[in-house]
């Protein structure tokens, strides 16, 4: 199989049972995700901002769908690429926005930056810069939402590239075997890095990926919020009730390039532009207004409001104290025993 | 008081937790229904059953990430490597994400988890009898504990669940004074004594960073862990005869390593022997000789004289482990060279 065209796998959007506040709700999330990242990626042109990042541009219609059919209290791991998953899990985009700029009020006390962002909090357990390193830890959260007996499901966020690390069938192995409240979600955009799916796995079916294991799976078009809801609302559903793991591949497209400012030069951009045209906000929009259930005046009050929430953020993270050169010493050991002091 | 092995020790801790905070639970190889592959275990899957004591298939990264998962939302796992040579197999997940969460998460993680890890050689050859503990003490956040006694076993084990922090707890197979379930008999070694075996029976802690000064004396210094305490000690014994006043300093934790203990005593002899097993190259030897030599160098009245495994992987022939692996002689052999001048 060569890369996935947009007609091999888009599905139609069907608005069963989905009400106009929860639209709005996935709505404003993926714009949220999109209008974070781009804003990003103006100040990283500019110079404002340290570090590096890795955009999810094109992409955030599965880390809302995926992560708007959890509780508050569920958790989630995530990777390099975490912001649309951080923010689909309600962390605030101020605490998000001081983090990238280094500050005292970021979300990791400018400790962990784009690629170790989290808000424990909401459930968010981390965004991990070793790619496949989050899948045993989301694994490990739901053996310990068994133990506990706490019916708290897990949400592990990976890639393409993730799914041949050794830690993912171990983990597979692991959940199948106990019965565990995980799910695995494939964020399939095609491309590691400069490796398209084809070139790095033997068999590029991710979805079937489990059957080793007993752990069953589902492609879904990873560009239609809708579907990608319905597929995770029912996998974790069943994993709540003792089902066990599921491994949810969406298939998607990186429209920007891996990191920061880096153009591929690995792809055509006939595939780029094509892809482009199946933006998972452009379609969402398109199918939402068309069906007359989101008026046009709905979606741009939504714009608007993230529009302020982002100015607001850098507002946020402008007012914060830059991280200090000792900082770092406090966060290295609690040196802390359980309920009290050493 | 009654005496316990080291092995009895660490059960006894693990039981006595798991008694006490349902959140505390046991993972790893073989660990539940055989009771452990050197019966450290033994009978906490009976007490316990198969939510708090988890058999795990041979994934040590997997398993060692969920470890750190479950650390992350509540529970206080103890995860058991059956050799510490395995835990290379897992090295991304407690290098890199066990040690680092703290901060990266800008302290809101919260890692309360101990890796229990069995080493040293004992006729396993290469890849069953390394000595792990300079990577980790080469790891910033996590702590490393040797405990060379049944009382320091315990004491330091529950202190290690207690923590919020994820403790590396490396147990000398040697020491355990077990047999093995596999049929194998009781792994000793003529110069282990029985020094610590009294253990209290109620639940007690030892704070890290507390080094402990096993014998006094005014001539040498010999800092020295896990199973080069006893060697030590016996060296120590011998040279009593010969009217040469050993210090024995055991330093417990290897991180946080308790500096001004063996500085004083540095100061007192003026004369140091390290005495590790780990090998020599970048090893803890090297580490601990580079403090003193920092710290306390107007000191010294002679260099301070490493003696550690040689730089090989360990072969398995009886006389070549011998030779490569620290023994009394070598622990003699340099206290006599630091006394020379
Ligand atoms: C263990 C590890 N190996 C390599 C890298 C470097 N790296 C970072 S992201 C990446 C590609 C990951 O691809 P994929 O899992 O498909 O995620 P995507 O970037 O497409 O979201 C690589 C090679 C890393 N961070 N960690
Ligand atoms: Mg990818």
Known sequence: MTIRKPEDVIEPFNFEGFDSALLKTLYLRMVRAREFEEKLYYLFLTIKMPGTMHQATGQEAVAVGVASVLNADDYVTSTHRGHAHCIAKDVSLNSMMAEMFAKRNGACKGMGGSMHLCDFSKGMLGAFGIVGAGIPIATGAALSSIVRGTRQVAVSFFGDGAINEGVFHESLNMASLWKLPVIYVVENN???????????????????????????????????????????????????????????????????????????????????????????????????????????????????QVEKEIEDSIAFAQSGEDVGALDYKQFIYSGQMEGGVE | MRKLSLADAIREAMIQEMRSNSNVILMGEDVGRFNGAFHVSHGMFEEFGPKRVWDTPISEAGFMGMGIGAALTGLRPIIEFQYADFMYCAMDQIVNEAAKLRLMSGGQANVPLVIRAPQGATGRAAQHSQSVEAYFMHTPGMYVVMPSTPYDAKGLMISAIRLNDPVLVLEHKLLYGAASPGGGKALTDQTISEIGSDVPEDAYTIPFGKADIKRAGSDVTIIATLIMVHRALAVAGELEKEGISCEVIDPRTLVPLDEETILQSVRKTNRVVVATEDVERGGVSAELTSIISRKAFDFLDAPVECVAADNTPIPFGPAAEKHVIPQMEDIRDAVYRVLKD
């Open chain 1, 190 to 304: 095609q491309y590691a890095l400069s490796m398209p799916n084809e070139l790095e796995s033997a068999v590029t079916d991710l979805s079937s990926r489990g059957c080793s294991y007993n752990v069953p799976g589902r492609t879904v078009d990873g560009n239609n919020v809708l579907a990608v809801y319905n597929a995770a609302r029912q996998a974790v559903e069943d994993a709540r009730n003792g089902k066990g793991p599921f491994l949810l591949e969406c298939v998607t497209y990186r429209v920007r390039g891996h990191a920061r400012f880096e153009q591929p030069n690995y792809r055509p951009k006939e595939e780029e532009e094509l892809w482009k045209q199946y933006d998972p906000i452009l379609r969402f929009k398109q199918a939402a207004t068309t069906a007359g259930i989101l008026s046009e005046s709905d979606l741009k009050a939504i714009d608007q």
